[in-house]
């Protein structure tokens, strides 16, 4: 079964660092990848995604994420953040024409301190 | 356009009850996904329903139903409510498929399960 980790529960970041936010799955073939952000008191929306092509993608607000097939990994990265990206970022995997849903992470809440 | 909107936003029941919680999904959008979220599990799949079909289940009891009228609105039920059922219960849209991964989702409806 397919499954999503990602590692950091919480991470506290001062305003100007630099984030990356780490997410591996597990699934041996072609996946379909993305990035959802939660911000206090807003639903859930998404951020970016990859399909296929470019592994370096770009979403909105300044993130991206790049998919390393080798590492099964798929990484969320901003050189700078803000203290309007405080908020949770969920990954999520799936298995495009299998009629699989999609598999979220358990998320990562982060918190920047002005 | 106007987004996902579930009904109700809060509700508090007792062990035992039933509840049916309520998805209006973006306007031309044919596909509702239903997620439970917790702290512990974080998001978790429980059907999703195209042109009124249930096209994928989730690993819950038969206790969580669902439905999808012919305008594209889903309900979805919970019989027999336990304390573990409380949780934040979202709905998501999609114009084509869960599995496309582009989900538009609601505010949710928070359970309570006293």
Redesign the interface.
Known sequence: AQSVSQHNHHVILSEAASLELGCNYSYGGTV?L?WYVQYPG?????LL?YFSGDPLVKGIKGFEAEFIKSKFSFNLRKPSVQWSDTAEY?C?V?A????????????TKLSVKP | KA??TQTPRYLIKTRGQQVTLSCSPISGHRSV?W?QQTPG?????LF?YFSETQ??K?NFPGRFSGRQFSNSRSEMNVSTLELGDSALY?C?SSFR????????????SRLTVL
């Open positions: 379909n993305f807003q639903h859930l929306q998404l995604k969920f999520a799936n495009p024409g299998s009629q699989g849903n999609l598999i979220f992470g358990k998320g | 987004g996902v996904s997620y599990q974080g998001l978790q799949f999703e096209r994928n989730g979202l998501a498929s869960v599995n496309t991964g582009e989900l538009f989702f609601g505010e949710g």
